[in-house]
């Protein structure tokens, strides 16, 4: 079953205004969330690492006030894009990290996406 | 050097024969391989993961694994058209426990 969930799927929004995305990890603790960013026939992109009661960490050239993020509870991180404008119309993917039995790190499991279309 | 370097494809593989999906990486230090499957629109699913070298079968896919060559690969056998999608290699580095996902192998099945 799905261990990811993520709200909206899709979203659509007037430039200008400020778009909330919602990530869950069902049935288990996440300390670790992640959250990627997916143009069109274009590769994953790293955005920032979502910790459980601290502050995220960015990737460089990933602009953290507007992209803002927080993991207020060990099963949600929420991205908030602020003044979203049409070039932040993108796919917006979170993922856990998870350890799962006889790995040896963690592995990532991907939510479903938001897809963000900014008018 | 790339982390984790894939060749983007297309790959196109006549149904019913074996698609070939090769990943290298450049930290020997890695310990965790995984191979993710990303239909267009969605988001990744993982499909595969090996820690340790050589084979690992699940169903009609293979994993392999060569440290000292520093490369990963999937099998698919007997390819159907539901297989097309593209093909997310990911290691996962001692450096920082951070996972580096390649840029992904796009497969085409050919009915």
């Known amino acids: 079953g799905a261990v990811v969930s993520q709200h909206p799927s899709r979203v659509i929004c007037k430039s200008g205004t400020s778009v909330k995305i919602e990530c869950r990890s069902l049935?288990?603790?996440?300390?670790?969330m992640f959250w990627y960013r997916q143009f069109p026939k274009q590769s994953l992109m790293l955005m920032a690492t979502s910790n459980e009661g601290s502050k995220a960490t960015y990737e460089q050239g990933v602009e953290k006030d507007k992209f803002l993020i927080n993991h207020a509870s060990l099963t949600l991180s929420t991205l908030t894009v602020t003044s979203a404008h049409p070039e932040d119309s993108s796919f917006y993917i979170c993922s856990v990290s998870l350890r799962t039995s006889g790995g040896a790190t963690d592995t990532q499991y991907f939510g479903p996406g938001t897809r963000l279309t900014v008018l | 050097q790339k982390e984790v370097e894939q060749n983007s494809g297309p790959l196109s593989v006549p149904e019913g024969a074996i698609a070939s999906l090769n990943c290298t990486y450049s930290d020997r230090g890695s310990q965790s391989f995984f191979w993710y499957r990303q239909y267009s629109g969605k988001s990744p699913e993982l499909i595969m993961s090996?820690?340790?070298?050589g084979d690992k079968e699940d169903g009609r896919f293979t994993a392999q694994l060569n440290k000292a060559s520093q490369y990963v690969s999937l099998l698919i056998r007997d390819s159907q058209p539901s297989d097309s999608a593209t093909y997310l290699c990911?290691?996962?580095?001692?450096?920082?426990?951070?996972?580096?996902f390649g840029k992904g192998t796009r497969l085409h099945i050919l009915p």
């Open positions: 990911a290691v996962n580095t001692l450096r920082d426990d951070k996972i580096i």
């Open positions: 090996i820690y340790s070298n």
């Open positions: 049935d288990f603790q996440a300390t670790t």
